[in-house]
């Protein structure tokens, strides 16, 4: 089976690709899960990922037994239908990129199939960034750089050194936008935790005051 058979398995994270022979699935279950769920939840995990495995195999043997000129070929349809809707229609636009996708990662390692693949990953990127959908845009330019650093040598140094830039440029828009989300999201839940450590200590002050306010009530009485 080709690696490449894997880069559709998602794994807890849309587009976060997993690869099975590379990480033992006990392991990674001990980092995810309580201790006590492991030894259950172990083989049923085992399972579900070979079932997916088997899956994705599939796909990719029903897509190189089509041949790879026609998976360039629609895949190339596809990427210029996501071209002409991309600024309308970014959602649909992504979608096609990523179905143009899945028809060209079994060919990943051959020439003119892997570039038309790093176009629409580049093109994903920017798809999913339009929807504000910054970790599959992040996910979308590594796939393509990584792509490039395992195929780069199949394509003109212009080519790649475009494309390189390209991606990088959009990670990390995605990236700046991402980090300005969790800024704001800390800055917030942070204003929330002083907004309830400062109520906190009015009520406190408040209950201090009526204490000692019946105190001295009190104390007033029996002194009467």
Known sequence: MDVS?????????RQQLFYPGDIAVGKLLYFFLPPTLVVLTDF????????LRQSVATHNQ???????????????????????LINTD??????????????????ESR?????QLILCLSNHALAAHKQEQYEQAIDSCEDGLMLLAR????????????????????????????????QTAHTAAQRQADEAAAADEAAARRRAEESAAAAAAQAQLEAE
């Open 5 to 13: 058979d894997f880069h559709e398995v998602g794994f807890f994270f």
């Open 44 to 51: 049923l995990f085992l399972d579900q990922i070979l079932q």
């Open 62 to 84: 029903e897509v190189r037994s089509g041949g790879m000129a026609a998976a360039v070929e629609r895949a190339g349809q596809m990427r210029k239908a996501g071209n002409d």
């Open 90 to 107: 970014a959602r649909r636009a992504a979608d096609l990129y990523e179905e143009a996708t899945k028809l060209l990662w079994p060919f």
């Open 111 to 115: 020439g003119d199939a892997g570039w």
């Open 151 to 182: 195929h780069g040598h199949l394509y003109s140094q212009a080519e790649r050194d475009d494309k390189q830039q390209k991606l990088e440029r959009r990670k990390e828009q995605a990236l700046h936008e991402l980090t300005a989300i969790e």
